[in-house]
């Protein structure tokens, strides 16, 4: 009779204790890991950047970079970079949906918008005919690196709630610009036909169209404008028409001052109430998004990056050379002691 072998016996898994403490190299790891030791390792170092960048547009430019400015290319480069891996290693399959997707939040089209300026205006300093244009464009760019501030008040219980409140009145706004700008074209370009008969084409009378009409929205009637010395026989002949102009700036200031402006402030205050009945909610959002956001940023901030690069590359190499079978965990984590204070 051939010989049977005993069945085998189910091995049990060893239960990992809640309490149980960890070692000191997995206290250090988890901490600089977490999301919130990297979300004030990042804030810190941007400020520092932000304060650099200000010096160095502010101070006169050297016709060959300092050290100042070589430390701004490498955070910008630096920050490129995590941008391309942020976009490589999101979830969608097909290159341009990732891009797409990764679009989506305005945050990350400011981060876009503001190293692709910066990119564009590096080559154009290092050239001496275009060297002041290049300044230029710091100067401009440096608007957007300001912007990038919303994404770190988001994270405050006061004035995350703002940050929400302005993103929809801008685009509340940008609506009743179209309705702004049609009523100014009809009145400026009226104006200007009444006023200047005989006037060939350039540039500047375009310019004249919307300059007086834009500034009146503002209080600045001219007043000295209304009513031209014209008709006696010190002056010349007054234009056929001229007192039409007066009848049209009344009409014009009743739609653009009275109307649009205060419809667009109606509009105004209630974004405010939509959004301020629900401050905590908006606020518990948001925190979660940032949170989110910076469980998977590096743990070093630019221009460190590089160095969490490498460290990626060599642990991506040493998996792939040895052929582990078993999944690493990179994931968020939270420790029960304290899950009440991240949240």
């Given amino acids: ?53 200000n010096y160095m547009i502010i101070v006169r430019m050297p016709p060959y970079p300092g050290k100042v400015e070589f430390g701004i290319i490498a955070c910008i480069c630096s920050f ?45 300093r290092f050239i001496e005919v275009t060297q002041e244009w290049g300044r230029v464009i710091y100067c401009l760019d440096i608007i957007f690196w ?23 009145m801008f685009l509340d706004m940008l609506y009743f610009v179209v309705f702004m700008f049609l009523v100014l074209s009809c009145y400026g370009v009226t104006r200007q ?39 006696t026989s010190d002056t010349e002949p007054c234009n056929t028409g001229w007192w039409i102009e007066p009848f049209l700036m009344v009409v014009y200031l009743l739609v653009e001052n009275i109307l649009l402006v205060n419809l667009l402030i109606a509009v105004f205050n209630s974004t405010y109430n939509d959004v301020s009945s629900n ?3 908006v606020w518990k959002f948001q925190r979660y998004y940032v949170i989110m956001h910076y469980e998977t940023k590096p743990v070093l901030p630019p221009p460190l990056t590089a160095i969490n690069y490498f460290f990626l590359l060599c642990r991506c190499i040493y998996r792939n050379k040895i052929r582990r079978l078993h999944s690493y965990d990179c994931g968020l984590k939270t420790i029960r002691a304290t899950l009440s204070n991240l949240y």
């Fill in 1 to 53: 009779m051939p010989m049977q072998c005993p069945p085998s016996q189910p091995v049990e898994a060893k239960p990992i204790a809640a309490d149980e403490p960890l070692s000191l190299g997995q206290k250090f790891w988890e901490f600089f890991n977490a999301p919130i030791t990297k979300f004030w390792l990042h804030t810190i170092a941007f400020n520092i950047f932000l304060m650099l960048f």
């Fill in 193 to 231: 036909a009444i006023r200047h008969p005989n006037l060939d084409f350039e540039w500047k009378s375009v310019r004249d169209i919307y300059y007086h009409p834009y500034f009146m929205i503002y209080g600045e009637l001219y007043a000295g404008e209304i009513i031209p010395e014209c008709g």
């Fill in 80 to 124: 490129f970079f995590e941008i391309i891996r942020e976009v490589m290693f999101s979830e969608p399959l097909s290159l341009v949906t990732k891009f797409s997707v990764w679009l989506s939040d305005p945050f990350n089209r400011i981060d876009f918008l503001d190293c692709t300026v910066f990119l564009i205006a590096l080559p154009l």
């Fill in 146 to 168: 300001y912007i990038k501030l919303l994404e770190i008040f988001s994270v405050n219980k006061y004035l995350g709630p703002f940050v929400q409140i302005i993103g929809k």
């Fill in 279 to 281: 401050t905590t909610q």
